[in-house]
């Protein structure tokens, strides 16, 4: 759409009469007058002539030139917005210039209009000098898109301070509704509503308006600059009945953020009890905000939590909070922190920068509960405390070109489980870390090489609590050099790579053998290769491009006798097609595996001819061990043990995806063992999602000897049981009012034949406000699991009421899409008429 900006039209020469009457084709003389206006405005202004066919720039002055916009300005500055022009239209008009002008027409003929504002009634009366209107009968006024009608207007053009009696409202930022015995315009931005009534649910035509949500105040204030409705003597009714009473209810016009108490929150908890959650936000700055959340457990007493959250150029982060005082759960008080903070340190906070456009940057990651029970007992904490393993660490980092140093400091807290123990992880303290890094560089005049080279010093220490005579604390020092190149052919490529693993250790306890320190050596050799195979290929009458892509990976590494050193930080690999195709059998730096290996593999992929889609892929891979792998992990207890891997031939992966239409898809990952004739691990799943707002998925997994589980998750709109489904509704707007969904997701374990966990409820959509009720199960333990019950009332461009389950189904429910999501912010235009 193109941008038409207007200039002022003239003042007609005083004294000139304007004493027009419109007695036949009323909107034919008043287009004529409009134009007539229009040319005396344009010959009177020197320097500016009527254009001639051609450019549209022709008798624009210099440096002006008239370009399209794709969007209409939706605010003027004040200096223009002063001088722009007024017009006016009717059936009939009279008056004086520089007078009162009376413009008159049926059924709310009479206009008049400015930027942004737009008054039409039976009869205007408009003063010229003043800028005063007043319209009675059928008047409409639109403000910036805010539309109000009545029998009754004065207003005051320029200012747009006035009075409107008995009128009805509809607002455009969040589509609000209402009415009132009279409201007072204060200004362009704010008004005050008296006797007031306030929804979001549509009015009905013809109808007396009761909607199935409203506010009721004595008086209501607007404030459009910080988007914000204020009921004085307030109470909220749903159908008709009073929910929530209030001396101020502060409400938002917007999504923008503002201080004051936010929905509170309501769930019925097997170990809580009642909790009543009343938040209460604090906008503190642009940059920075905190929020409260005071808990009232019937079963417990008060949890106090808060966050603070902050921004700033060079850094940010956030700080979480919670107390319980005395819980008679367990009888002590209860408390957790979590602060997250990055740093980019500069030279003027007195830190002085190895690089000009490198500046140090500082990582802090601090997690603390009161006691190995919180994360049980507080499953859903606001402060997200709840795994077992919790991380406190600092961290200073740098980088260069090819340089980067890492320095820092790592602990864990682990919450102990008498029914599932955890070996805490070794604490560091400290680290630190330097990496040279070359890519494509020249060794010999052949170029392409990238090499790197990675020194570590770490000192590793046991936690005192869970300390024991194996787990010894000490010293590591690390040394990885590594060089490859990557030959690449249009149908293939080959991949050299050789290694250097060295670690030094100085304990404080010695080793079993009795020496204080130790070292090892390991030197790794790999050629990673493959061939891709295209040709054009059809099934069941459709087109593809169909590839085949052999790989050969070999390795070698020779032997070497770590069964004494410490083990720190080195776990087994998890066996996958990303595994299989690596040289060390185990993740860190304590044990590097003796594999001597050659695996083999293939893949098959059927792609669109047209998009590149990859539509079905295929896959299978197995290792060959040429020698035995004996470097192994130490035993439970931290003593040398394990068993030697002597199969030759490893399990066979097996893998394939089908999503041959963009609604259906298909996985399937196996883990066979030839020799047994069995799956170890089986992983299958499917997903079907017609459209927006439906999806069903499903998926069984197998670990044999370990687990077993079947998980379905949905989210459907259950009016398609019993009516014509609707189709393709709009992301953030669901399907319409008047919808039922039914959503979950359910964890079934086969073994112990009970569900583990669950996440079931029903949604209705009725257009102005939606009802969630949702039950959940969370297993604590193999004897115990944590239930509770959630439900939410959410009044569409209001508030909700009720506990919140839409983070709980976000996170569950596998492409669960919120049913009320606003993408674009609305524009005046939008009810510009």
Excluded at 108 to 132: N, W
Excluded at 429 to 448: K, M
Excluded at 682 to 707: D, I
Excluded at 780 to 791: C, D, E, W
């Amino acid at each position: 759409m193109n941008r038409r900006t207007e200039p002022p039209v003239p003042a007609l020469a005083a004294g000139n009469p304007l004493e027009t009457r419109f007695a036949q084709a009323p909107v034919a003389r008043a287009v004529r007058v409009l134009l007539g206006w229009l040319a005396v405005g344009a010959l009177a202004v020197p320097g500016w002539a009527w254009a001639q066919p051609g450019d549209g720039n022709d008798a624009l002055p210099p440096g002006l030139r008239l370009q399209t916009s794709p969007l209409l300005q939706e605010n003027l500055p004040p200096a223009v917005d002063g001088q722009l022009p007024t017009f006016v239209s009717g059936d009939r008009l009279s008056g004086q210039t520089d007078g009162l002008l009376v413009i008159e027409g049926k059924e709310g003929g009479a206009e008049l209009r400015r930027h942004g504002t737009v008054i039409r009634a039976d009869r205007l009366e408009f003063d010229q000098g003043s800028s005063d209107a007043r319209a009675v009968g059928n008047v409409l006024i639109n403000r910036s898109g805010n539309r109000f009608e009545g029998p009754e207007l004065q207003i005051n053009v320029d200012t747009s301070r006035g009075t409107f009696v008995q009128p009805t409202f509809s607002l455009l930022n969040n589509g609000g509704q209402g009415d009132a015995s009279r409201i007072d315009f204060l200004d362009k931005d704010h008004m005050a509503a008296h006797d007031a009534r306030y929804s979001t649910c549509p009015r009905t035509p013809g109808q007396k308006w009761m909607p199935d949500w409203l506010v009721r105040a004595t008086r209501i204030d607007v404030d459009n600059i910080e988007e914000t409705g204020l009921a004085t003597g307030g109470v909220l009714e749903f159908q008709g009945i009073p929910i929530l009473g209030l001396p101020l209810l502060s409400f938002p016009l917007t999504d923008k953020r503002k201080s004051g108490v936010l929905p509170p929150t309501i769930n019925i908890d097997n170990i809580s009890g009642l909790e009543l959650t009343v938040p209460y936000y604090l906008n503190l700055a642009p940059n920075f905000d905190a929020t409260l959340y005071p808990t009232l457990m019937s079963k417990r007493g008060v949890d106090l939590g808060g966050e603070f959250r902050y921004l700033e150029p060079s850094y940010n982060g956030q700080v979480r909070a919670a107390f319980m005082p005395s819980d008679p759960l367990r009888g002590s008080n209860r408390w957790a922190y979590s602060v997250q903070h990055n740093h980019s340190l500069k030279e003027q906070a007195g830190v002085r920068s190895l690089g000009r456009h490198n500046p140090v940057g500082l990582r802090l990651n601090l997690n603390r509960v009161s006691d190995d029970n919180y994360w049980r007992d507080f499953p859903r904490s606001s402060t997200s405390l709840t795994t077992r393993l919790l991380a406190s660490e600092a961290v200073l980092n740098w980088g260069h070109g090819p340089w980067a140093v890492e320095a820092g400091a790592h602990q864990w807290q682990t919450l102990q489980d008498v029914d599932a123990p955890i070996t805490p992880p070794y604490n560091r303290l400290p680290s630190l870390a330097v990496r040279y890094a070359r890519n494509d560089a020249h060794i010999g005049g052949l170029g392409g090489w990238d090499w790197s080279v990675r020194t570590e010093m770490t000192r590793f220490q046991a936690d005192a609590v869970f300390a024991q005579s194996n787990r010894q604390n000490g010293t590591r020092a690390l040394g990885v050099a590594e060089i490859s190149r990557n030959w690449q052919a249009p149908g293939g490529y080959v991949k050299p790579r050789m290694q250097l693993h060295a670690a030094n250790y100085r304990l404080d306890t010695g080793l079993l053998a009795g020496s204080p320190s130790a070292s090892r050596v390991v030197p790794t050799v790999s050629v990673d290769s493959g061939l891709v195979f295209e040709r054009n290929a059809s099934f069941y009458g459709r087109s593809f491009i169909q590839t085949l892509e052999p790989r050969a990976f070999f390795t070698w590494t020779p032997q070497r006798d770590q069964s004494l050193l410490p083990n720190y930080d080195s776990a087994a690999n998890d066996f996958n097609f990303a595994s299989i195709y690596t040289e060390n059998a185990f993740g860190g730096n304590d044990r590097i595996s003796d594999t001597r290996a050659l695996t083999v593999g293939a893949s098959s992929r059927l792609l669109d001819p047209q998009t590149g889609a990859e539509l079905v892929r295929l896959g299978i891979a197995q290792r060959l061990l040429l020698r035995d792998q004996t470097v192994v992990l130490p035993n439970a207890v931290g003593l040398p043990g394990g068993d030697p891997q002597l199969e030759r031939l490893s399990d066979v992966l097996v893998g394939g995806r089908i999503q041959w239409d963009p609604r259906w898809s298909f996985d399937a990952n196996v883990q066979f063992n030839p020799k047994e004739r069995e799956s170890v691990r089986t992983t299958l799943s499917g997903r079907y999602t017609p459209s927006n707002y439906r999806v069903l998925s499903a998926a069984y997994r197998l670990q044999r000897g370990s687990s077993e589980q079947y998980d379905i998750g949905w989210q459907w709109p259950l009016n398609d049981l019993w009516s014509t489904p609707v189709r393709d509704g709009v992301p953030g707007r669901a399907l319409g009012a008047g919808q039922w969904y039914s959503v979950g997701r359910i964890n079934f374990s086969v073994p112990d034949r009970k569900i583990v966990d669950l996440v079931a409820g029903f949604e209705y959509d009725a257009g102005c406000w939606l009802g969630r009720v949702v039950v959940e199960r969370l297993q604590r333990s193999s004897a115990s699991a944590n239930q509770r019950i959630l439900f939410q009332l959410e009044f569409s461009g209001f508030s909700r009421i009720g506990s919140n389950p839409l983070k709980t189904l976000k996170e569950n429910v596998p492409r669960y899409q919120y049913l009320r999501e606003e993408i674009n912010p609305p524009s005046r235009f939008q009810q510009y008429d």
